[in-house]
């Protein structure tokens, strides 16, 4: 059997090369040809298996970033397709938070299309969600303190940060950076989700880390 | 020294000496120390990793631009759960109709310039542009006789059309309604030269609304016309084509002008 030919315009488009290419230059048109091409598949499995819209959304987006991440560091290796591929770390996520939640069914709907993927995705996943939740405190705080610790962060020197934002001295920079990242720990570590996301990582290593 | 403050000028590397050595003996005698250090670090890392977080917002604005195109060129089917998954494109957005347009017009132009275009007859063409449908799509689905299917579908896979139809039709005789079923049904059929079966199955199909296999029974119906030399029927149902359906355009197209010529 061959593959009907005008699929040719469309379905095979982009091959597996050109799509990790294109998820590494963040190109808008793969994007969006991987959400066209795999979407409704994932849609299918979450559904079927205890999960809804919001549920496939988060879960689609999450292992994009995780392909995105492998993809950066050039972890990224598989031999099937890309959409098997990308089923088969939706698949994994999924029971992890079926999991998570409790709410593992008695028996799981899936196809027999997908691959066992690296131990490392759920490390990633797991990574990607705490540091959701370090963004979204983040994003909480005041635009001051957002700029300033960001040009810490991007090592601009404290003469040129005081300069930018106006401070009388190096040492009020200082000041405000040290509150501004306080403010910033303390609010991530008061969060409730932030004490299960430790206690997942600390569980998975099996122990509190060392130095 | 506060915790917080050490944790910064550890991770600056303003740390020296005596200091350092103590802070470093600290991390590994107490936990809670240790646990803040890990969250300052991942939060730095966090912070620094633009790449990520670009990523991300992309990745949403891209999705609402796909829920968006989807919800304006498809009715959300409310019985998904009982339908079957098939990774069938939509050929809705905007690359792709700007990637047809271009086909049609490079189509055109080549049969335009060419010299001596060749002409074929029916059968010709039917071999020409007929092929199975294949299909490397996952099916599921909460039914109770989806196994049966699983099961023709996986014969129909190994190219066994006779035994892969005997399996349909026990789902089809139960539940004419089965839509894939049909549709496999159909080109099994046009298989074992059984054209008139394939043309109800086709014809079944173009008859339900709002189904994901209507563009391919469209295309497959127009081929069972033109192997049956049933050509009036074969041009009005290419013709449709042509006119509708983006997927199977240019072929229909190019079948429309060797029928006519």
């Known amino acids: ?12 488009h982009y091959t597996k090369e050109k799509i990790i290419e294109g998820i590494r230059k963040e190109d808008d048109k793969i994007i969006f040809y991987i959400y066209e091409k795999c979407f409704k598949q994932i849609k299918h499995l979450i559904k079927i298996n205890n999960g809804d819209d919001n549920d496939t959304k988060d879960i689609f987006q999450e292992a994009m970033m995780i392909i995105f991440a492998k993809i950066k560091n050039n972890e990224l290796n598989f031999e099937c397709s890309f959409s098997t591929y990308i089923y088969s770390v939706c698949r994994l996520l ?32 797991e990574k990607n969600e705490r540091r959701k939740l370090y963004l979204k405190h983040f994003n909480e705080l005041s635009e001051a303190c957002q700029k300033l610790l960001t040009l810490f962060l991007n090592g601009v020197p404290i003469k040129e940060i005081t300069k930018i934002m106006g401070y009388s001295s190096d040492q009020h920079t200082k000041n405000r950076r040290y509150r501004c990242k306080k403010t910033l720990i303390d609010k991530i570590r008061s969060n409730p989700e932030y004490t299960e996301l430790k206690n997942e990582k600390y569980r998975d290593d099996n122990e509190v880390p060392r130095w | 020294m506060k915790n917080t403050e050490m944790i910064m000028k550890y991770l600056d590397g303003e740390l020296e000496g005596e200091e350092l050595k103590w ?130 579908l996986r014969i129909y896979k190994q190219g066994d059309f006779k035994g892969a139809l005997e399996k349909f039709k026990l789902l ?11 549709f496999f049904s159909g080109i099994s059929f046009i298989e074992e030269g059984q054209i008139q079966e394939a043309v109800k199955s ?13 563009v391919h029974a469209e295309w497959y119906l127009g081929l069972c016309y033109l192997k049956t030399n049933e050509n009036n029927k074969a041009i009005d149902q290419f013709q449709k084509i042509v006119e509708n359906n983006l997927f199977y355009q240019n072929n229909a197209a190019e079948i429309l002008k060797q029928i006519k010529q």
């Open chain 2, 172 to 182: 089809t005789e139960n539940d004419n309604a089965f839509i894939p079923a049909n």
């Open chain 1, 1 to 12: 059997m061959y593959k009907i030919r005008t699929n040719i315009l469309y379905m095979d």
């Open chain 1, 94 to 125: 999924w029971l992890k938070e079926l999991e998570k939640r409790r709410r593992r069914c008695e028996k799981f709907f899936e196809g027999d299309n997908y691959i066992d993927v690296d131990n490392d995705v759920i490390e990633l996943f």
């Open chain 2, 202 to 214: 086709f014809k079944f199909i173009l008859n339900q609304n709002d189904n994901g296999l209507i």
């Open chain 2, 23 to 152: 802070f470093e003996n600290e991390l590994k005698n107490d936990p809670q120390l240790a646990e803040k250090f890990i969250l300052h670090k991942e939060v730095n890392e966090t912070l620094k990793d633009t790449d990520s977080i670009r990523f991300r917002k992309k990745l949403k604005n891209i999705y609402q631009t796909f829920i968006n195109s989807e919800s304006t060129t498809r009715n959300a089917n409310k019985n998904e759960i009982n339908n079957i998954s098939l990774s069938i494109p939509k050929y809705k957005n905007t690359w792709f109709l700007i990637a047809a347009s271009l086909a049609v017009i490079i189509t055109t132009v080549c049969i335009f310039y060419m010299l001596k275009p060749k002409t074929y007859n029916n059968e010709k063409l039917f071999s020409m542009y007929y092929k199975p449908y294949e299909t490397d799509a996952s099916y599921r689905s909460i039914r109770t006789d989806f196994s049966l299917f699983s099961q023709g």
